[in-house]
Nanobody, 114 residues
Framework: QVQLVESGGGLVQPGGSLRLSCAASGFTFRNVPMMWYRQAPGKERELVADISTLGGRTNYADSVKGRFTISRDNAKNMVYLQMNSLKPEDTAMYYC???????WGQGTQVTVSS
């Protein structure tokens, strides 16, 4: 069974930082690219970052480029999202997945507010 467990979210002030974690199990993690998505109330789910199987290639949405960094540790079946210089518009539920074909986890809430 596929399981994705996101953690690390919370309430932070604008300009603050958070590090999100995604623990994966039930599939061969090292064989698939991984992504972070987010969804805010009333908005479509959007792709914010992706990383190739070995971590050699990464891509970011324009809205987070230069502020967020995606990474992975295939030995631990983990993917991370380092979020710096957070803005109120980053407020959303954050999810990890692989092109959306895995069962979605519960997500982790990020709220950026003063």
């Amino acid at each position: 069974q596929v399981q994705l467990v996101e953690s690390g979210g919370g309430l932070v002030q604008p300009g603050g930082s958070l590090r999100l974690s995604c623990a994966a199990s039930g599939f061969t993690f090292r064989n698939v690219p991984m992504m972070w998505y987010r969804q805010a109330p009333g908005k479509e789910r959007e792709l914010v970052a992706d990383i190739s199987t070995l971590g050699g290639r990464t891509n970011y949405a324009d809205s987070v480029k230069g502020r967020f960094t995606i990474s992975r540790d295939n030995a631990k079946n983990m993917v991370y999202l380092q979020m710096n210089s957070l803005k109120p518009e980053d407020t959303a539920m954050y999810y990890c997945n692989s092109n959306g074909w895995l069962a979605w986890g519960q997500g982790t809430q990020v709220t950026v507010s003063s």
